[in-house]
């Protein structure tokens, strides 16, 4: 590519993040609104710089796996940092805290002090980085040029310009205008999909495309002596990076300016435990291939930063290299719009702002926050782009970033302590990061500025077998943290910062009309001065927007010469600290304040009464669980009654419908003898009486049967077991029905020893013998043979009686049902049909209850009608 | 003469059935199921079928549909004779197109007379 189409393509794609911004505060808006959530974690995608980009790939080739711990680090605190998160947002939405400054000063009393050093430290620590970010862009533009050896550009103003007038218009109102948040909310995300796209399909197509995939690549690093890369060099050093990178992901001001300032609900920040790890996979899947396909194919004096756009232009893609440019740019100009819009925050309420004020609070000249923040803008971005052009050429571009990383943690100890140590003060934090800030500038910021390489100074030589990063790193975190603990501990918290300590420790249990609308100051200031002061500092618009809307809210008449309830101050307090800082915010509002200035409210109040409320809440909940489980119990033993109350319904219903066969035919036929008398002929009337007596004795049985069941399946059986021969109660049943048999023209056989003993109850065995000699009998055409044979079940010894008939044998549709109550085959027309509908299931119950098992054995066609079961043997030797 | 098809199962209940309605003066033919009633109504116009509903093969609500749906009998008469006594079962059986349910055990001058006046009305 040519040096213009390069300034071409870099002007067009800024062109587009204007395009972008514009719809995301316009037609965008609803979009992002109804999915925050993804925007939200694509924002904080912002994490990824050319440092990511370019930089993993340049440390990879050079210095192996270490880079991992950048990206490991903030996903493995991904837990910690939602439970922190989940904290830090409601206390900024709270108390309106619109930046990391405003949260520290806030919580330590409000101290402009510590919201100096802060800004100072994130400033000193983001401003390299930012020039780093500058620095990627003009470098990887030249590499993309063809006629690199002959002509350079400085694209760095044109892509600094651009970015600055970008900052100015959607990074000013960032913190109190909802429409221009949303704006940078779409650009970030855009340019968070733009580059992972772009990392990780441009690494797709060199890798799989050009190189066989990626273990082809691994195999020929291997083959060419560079298994060192494949491995982490210094795992001292890569522990700390870890903890490093993961305060990181919390202290960054880009970070906190996407993950708190930009957050549209709590709910939000769980769908970024996904999208980030996925993110951070994404965008370094290729790293590690691509750096050494880089060292393997080009030659040694290319800057392994840039092995990315190398190999694109080294294997002649044609529009590969520009869309990875675009990846790269999108990974500066995010950082720098984020970063240079959180800072620009931070100088104006904590420097710029205060530098407009007398001590007293009087205005030294008129500067509302909005012209401070874009002076601050601009200053940053001339200090960025200075220290690019003066300082930053030799580093490489992840040193810079480590750096500002350990710079960064330094506000960890004053953080965390915000949120998990209540008896921290502002003293103690200033203090110990001034101690902490202090080394860092030793040992990074001097050396750099003197141009020598960093951290060679003896001073921090503490752990030998320790890398001067790492020591370093841990020297001045343990300073840090020790100096502000033992500070705190011996100083005292004025009541504002107990105040404020309290809240921010007990956020989660505190109700948001608290916190909402407690007053935190006591003095008198009227209606008209308060709303002179507020318009002073605040857009025209945003007035209609918050102050008059909560006098609407909290049904309050604005008289001009009254006094101003407590919560109209303490509202109107946090608006101006949306604008400038709880700092400066602070100041400006002491001015306007007659009497006492400050009082807090009574947090312990607030506290006690909600403990109260939620120990009263949670013996509610704890009394409403057991009801529910009460009730289930309920609901479950009532569904069984139901069900059992069904199958006794069903039973009944059987029963009754069985005697009602018999009866119809008894009362008919008794009635029709009644109804006719003499006129009946003798031989009728005998009939009549016959069939009466038979069905009279169906009753009976019926009668008899339904007990049986009933006894048998709720359990209440009595068996009175003694030693039974069976084949002698086999004889007696025989001889009963041979009569029968005879009749119905049927022979009845028998094999099988002459003694077999069984434990039994007589009667019953008799009643299962009757019921299988009489149905056989029943079906049989001509023949009836009963054996009894010694079989066994798994090891137990058993006598097994089989009765099989030569009859059809049993329809296939009755087999599922023969044993089930009242169910008469469909096929017993042929003979009369005076069962009951009850005998097999009755006798299967009783077999059953032996300890054996009762079963169609064989049915035609596979041999003749067999019914057979089993009983237990009893030895007789013994 | 006026005829009548008996069907029922039960042996004894269809004796004094056929007793009863040939001392009413009725043409008495007997089906002991389903299947034999069929046969009965291809073979012979009734003026009342007699029907009880559970039978081994086809039961009676087929049995009624059947006839309601043969254009050549759907002028029988369908009397219900049932243990079935459950209101559900009635009013499936009188869905079904029958002219009355009488649940078993019946009373035999009640049954004669609904039979007779069903007839000749």
Redesign the interface.
Do not use: C, G, W
């Given at each position: 590519m040519n040096a213009i189409s390069v300034i071409a393509l870099t002007s067009c794609y800024l062109g587009l993040l204007f395009l972008v911004a514009r719809w995301g505060k316009g037609l965008g808006r609803l979009l992002i609104e109804k999915y925050s959530s993804y925007f939200y974690g694509l924002g904080l995608g912002v994490y990824a710089t050319a440092w990511t980009f370019y930089g993993s790939i340049g440390r990879a080739a050079t210095n192996g796996l270490d880079f991992l711990a950048i990206y490991i680090g903030p996903v493995l605190f991904l837990p910690v940092w939602w439970f922190v998160m989940k904290k830090v947002v409601r206390i900024s939405k709270a108390q309106h805290l619109n930046s990391l400054s405003d949260f520290i000063t806030a919580r330590y009393g409000k101290s402009w002090s510590l919201g100096l050093v802060v800004t100072l430290l994130v400033v000193m620590a983001i401003t390299p980085y930012l020039a780093l970010q500058i620095k990627a862009i003009s470098s990887s533009a030249n590499v993309l040029l063809s006629d690199a050896r002959t002509s350079y550009i400085d694209l760095d103003i044109v892509a600094t310009g651009l970015l600055l007038l970008f900052t100015l218009i959607y990074g000013v109102h960032f913190s109190f205008d909802a429409n221009q948040r949303n704006g940078l909310i779409a650009t970030i995300g855009f340019e968070s999909i733009v580059k992972v796209l772009a990392a990780f399909l441009g690494g797709w197509v060199i890798i799989q495309g050009d190189f066989e995939g990626g273990s082809q690549v691994f195999e020929r690093a291997e083959a060419a002596g560079m298994s060192e890369l494949f491995v982490i060099q210094n795992p001292n050093d890569w522990w700390l990076m870890m903890l490093v990178s993961g305060f990181a992901f919390f202290l960054l001001p880009r970070q906190f300016q996407m993950a708190v300032v930009s957050n549209r609900s709590e709910r939000d920040l769980r769908k970024a435990l996904w999208i980030v790890p996925l993110f951070l996979l994404l965008m370094n899947f290729w790293v590690v291939p691509i750096a050494l396909a880089g060292n393997l194919s080009l030659g040694g004096d290319t800057n392994p930063d840039y092995h990315f756009l190398s190999l694109a232009l080294a294997q002649g893609y044609q529009f590969l290299p520009g869309i990875i440019f675009l990846g790269g740019l999108a990974a500066c100009t995010s950082m720098i719009i984020v970063s240079a819009s959180a800072l620009s925050a931070m100088v104006s309420s904590n420097i710029l702002l205060p530098a407009t004020l007398k001590r007293d609070g009087t205005p030294r000249f008129d500067l509302n926050p909005i012209i401070t923040k874009r002076l601050a803008l601009v200053l940053i971005f001339a200090i960025a782009y200075f220290y690019y052009a003066f300082i930053v050429q030799q580093e490489s571009l992840v040193s810079i970033g480590m750096i500002s990383f350990i710079g960064i943690a330094q506000l960890a100890p004053g953080f965390l302590g915000a949120l998990f140590w209540r008896r921290g003060t502002s003293l103690g934090v200033l203090l110990g990061l001034l101690v902490g800030f202090g080394l860092w500038l030793t040992a990074f910021g001097v050396p750099q500025w003197l141009g020598e390489r960093s951290g060679e100074l003896a001073l921090f030589g503490v752990f030998e077998n320790w890398s001067p990063m790492a020591n370093i790193t841990f020297i001045s975190l343990a300073m840090n943290s020790l100096v502000m603990v033992g500070v705190s501990l011996m100083s005292t918290q004025h009541p504002l910062e107990k105040s404020q300590a309290e809240i921010f420790y007990n956020i989660m249990s505190i109700p948001s009309q608290h916190y909402d609308r407690s007053p935190v100051t006591s003095g008198k200031i009227t209606f008209e001065r308060l709303e002179k002061m507020l318009l002073r500092f605040l857009p025209d618009n945003m007035m209609h927007e918050t102050l008059y809307k909560r006098y609407t809210i909290d049904r309050i008449k604005p008289e001009p010469f009254k006094e101003a309830p407590a919560q109209v101050v303490s509202y109107a307090e946090r608006l101006l600290t949306q604008m400038m800082g709880p700092a400066t915010a602070r100041i400006v509002l002491n001015r306007e304040m007659e009497g006492d200035t400050i009082n807090t409210f009574d947090i312990q109040d607030i506290l006690e009464e909600t403990r109260e409320t939620k120990k009263l809440n949670r013996e509610l909940q704890e009394k409403s669980d057991a009801l529910a489980r009460l009730t289930k119990e309920l609901t479950t033993a009532n569904d069984q009654l139901k069900t059992i109350s069904t199958i006794k319904d069903d039973f009944l219903?059987s029963v009754?419908?069985?005697l009602?066969?018999?009866?119809?035919?008894?009362?008919?036929?008794i009635?029709?003898i009644r109804?006719?008398g003499d006129a009946m002929p003798a031989e009728?009337r005998a009939?009549?009486l016959d069939?009466t007596i038979?069905?009279s004795v169906r009753l009976t049985h019926l009668i008899s049967n339904v007990l049986d069941i009933e006894k048998f399946e709720s359990g209440n059986q009595q068996l009175s077991l003694k030693r039974l021969n069976l084949k002698e109660m086999i004889d007696r049943v025989l001889e009963t029905h041979w009569a029968l048999a005879l009749n119905e023209g049927v022979q009845i056989s028998y094999s099988g020893p002459e003694h077999a003993t069984v434990n039994g109850d007589s009667d019953r065995m008799q009643q299962v013998l009757v019921n299988l000699v009489s149905n056989a009998i029943k079906h049989a055409d001509h023949q009836i043979k009963i054996a009894l044979q010694e079989c066994s079940n798994k090891g137990k010894a058993l006598w097994c009686l089989e009765l099989s008939d030569d009859g059809a044998g049993v329809p296939e549709s009755d087999v599922p049902h023969l044993f089930e109550k009242f169910y008469?085959?469909?096929?017993?027309?042929v003979k009369?049909?005076l069962g009951t509908g009850l005998g097999l299931a009755i006798s299967h119950n009783i077999i059953k209850a032996h300890g054996g098992q009762l079963e169609l054995a064989k049915n035609p066609p596979e041999g003749p009608t067999t019914f057979s079961f089993t009983l237990p043997k009893i030895n007789t030797n013994e | 003469m006026n005829s009548i098809l008996i069907v029922d199962?039960?042996?004894?209940?269809v004796?004094?059935?056929e007793?009863?309605m040939r001392?009413n003066g009725l043409d008495v033919s007997i089906a002991?199921?389903g299947t034999e009633a069929i046969e009965q109504l291809e073979n012979k116009r009734f003026n009342l079928v007699l029907l009880d509903i559970?039978m081994?093969?086809v039961d009676g609500y087929e049995i009624c549909q059947l006839i309601k749906n043969t254009p050549d009998w759907a002028a029988t008469h369908v009397v219900f004779l049932s243990?079935?006594?459950?209101q559900s079962d009635i009013e499936k059986g009188m869905a079904l197109g029958a002219t009355d349910y009488i649940v078993?055990?019946?009373?035999?001058?009640e049954l004669s007379t609904r039979i007779l006046n069903l007839i000749t009305a």
């Open positions: 219903y009754t419908h069985e009602r066969s018999p009866l119809t035919a008894i009362r008919a036929q009635e029709i109804e006719e009728v009939n009549f069939a038979e069905e008469q085959s469909r096929d017993q027309t009369k049909r | 199962d039960e042996p004894n209940i004796m004094s059935l007793y009863l001392s002991r199921n559970t081994p093969d243990a079935k006594s459950k078993k055990p019946f009373s035999t001058k």
